[in-house]
């Protein structure tokens, strides 16, 4: 049992959802990382050792330009660009786990079509599939943070949210991993897409069998003592979603540490989706890694990064715990390890050269400290509004989509010759200016404090309200009447 909350297990139902929701980030995560290691073996270069076991082996390889390459991976961004808001607006008012698991299937469906397409159509088929994909993976984070935000008490939201989106790193992890011994099996590349897709639809089957949108929501395996627990805790910040909720558009649009957190999280991702995306590549095409050692030494630094998030969550709930810091300050404290240390770590990697060693170090270095943003502006979303969480989410996610949409698209327009090192410190040193000044604007104007608009107002209170108004103006025209009359 909790020591400050004697009905509530220290082990409940409450890290079930948690890790029900880390499974479905991880597998979409696969779906969505895959490309990045396929893309190799699918474009190899001309009579490289890839280049010929693919004829060997009878896999269909294709003569596709950086610009080409660059559109097919950027694809994904523009569906999850257009559609990241309307989804986290339609999980204000539906069912977040049902929108949940339509995201999850979708997806990988399509990653079971996607050879298939390809084939069929070429790099457009391609395009159109991710594109798709895209857009229903936009529902993935908003409805992750929509339904985590009605289990985590305060005093574990750091831990839980850091803990869910840990399977950031461990689906692209596992994808960098896994493809890569798919891509240089016999199979080849098609390999990746039919067994990541089966894999997250086995996963999606799992999550709607054991998963929870709120303790509201009933289910056999949740304890009515840590039920009642967290509806008391979070009854005065998490209201009961409705169709008729009415969402505070102007406030939340002008809200100062809202907009805030939508720039961190921009920058954030363009540092992210710039090695994510571009690393294998890197290694291939400038360092001259094998493709199935690359997938090897590409999961490392997110493995990495696994393992120091669970340290760095302890450290920052303790500080947090003993009000050593604030949580605006340790929010602020956290992000700067991230950003800035992601920073000079990429300003380092444009001068590695041809030193494979150092250039994997330095990665890895990167890619671990990011974690610190976890308990940095990643978790924000709930500190500003438990009921609207999954629509901040929505709105930063979907515009940080903006940096994964363009770090690629960069690369295509700077790097014309793969195996050029001064183009790609280029890339790299835009990267590390680009973290530096959002986690700048983080630290002057970032907020942890819940905002006054988080509690959401619905139709008919609204008209209630408004009746309400109406009849005392008509009581007190009544009175006033009344008062002439006597006179």
Sequence with gaps: MNAKNPNLPLLGFRHLVSFMLFLCVLSNFVLRVNLSMAIVAMSPKMNSTDYMQS??????????????RSTILSSFFFGYLVANIPASILGCHFNNKTLLTICSAVTSLLALITPTALLSFGAPGLIAVRFTQGVFQSFLLPM??????????????????????????????????????????????PSIFYVTGTVSLLSTVIWTLLGSESPQSSHRLLGESEANCIKDQ??????????????????????????????????????????????????????????KKDGFLS?????????????????????????????????????????????????ALGYVNNTNNMAIFIYIFIMAINCAGYVGFKVNHLDLSPNFAGLLMGLSNGTASLGGLLAPTVVGFVVKDLSSVVQWRIIFFI?????????????????????????????????????????KRTEKKIDVDIELTKC
Aim: proline content about 4%; hydrophobic content about 45%.
């Design 55 to 68: 004829k060997m082996d009878g896999i269909p390889i294709f003569d596709w330009s950086a610009e080409t």
């Design 144 to 189: 992750c943070h929509g339904i985590i935000a009605r289990w985590a008490l305060p005093s574990e939201r750091g831990r839980l949210v850091g803990f869910i989106m840990s399977g950031i790193q461990c689906g692209t992890m596992s994808a960098l991993v896994f493809s890569g011994l798919l891509a240089s099996s016999s199979f080849g590349w």
């Design 234 to 291: 979070l009854k005065t910040e998490v209201s009961q979603r409705t169709k008729e909720n009415i969402i505070p558009w102007r406030s939340i649009l002008t809200s100062r540490p809202v907009w805030t957190l939508v720039v961190a999280h921009v920058g954030n991702n363009w540092g992210f989706w710039l090695l994510l995306t571009q690393m294998p590549t890197y290694l291939h095409t400038v360092l001259g890694m094998d493709i």
């Design 299 to 347: 999961a490392l630094p997110y493995l990495s990064t696994f393992l120091l998030q669970f340290p760095i969550y302890y450290i920052a709930d303790t500080l947090n715990r003993y009000e050593c810091t604030s949580l605006t300050t340790s929010r602020k404290i956290w992000n700067t390890f991230s950003m800035w240390g992601g920073a000079t770590g990429l300003l």
């Design 431 to 471: 990267g590390a200016a680009v973290l530096f000044i959002s986690n700048i604007i983080f630290i002057l104007f970032a907020s942890a404090k819940i905002q006054t608009w988080n509690s959401p107002r619905s139709v008919q209170s609204t008209t209630t309200s408004e009746n309400e108004n109406y009849s």
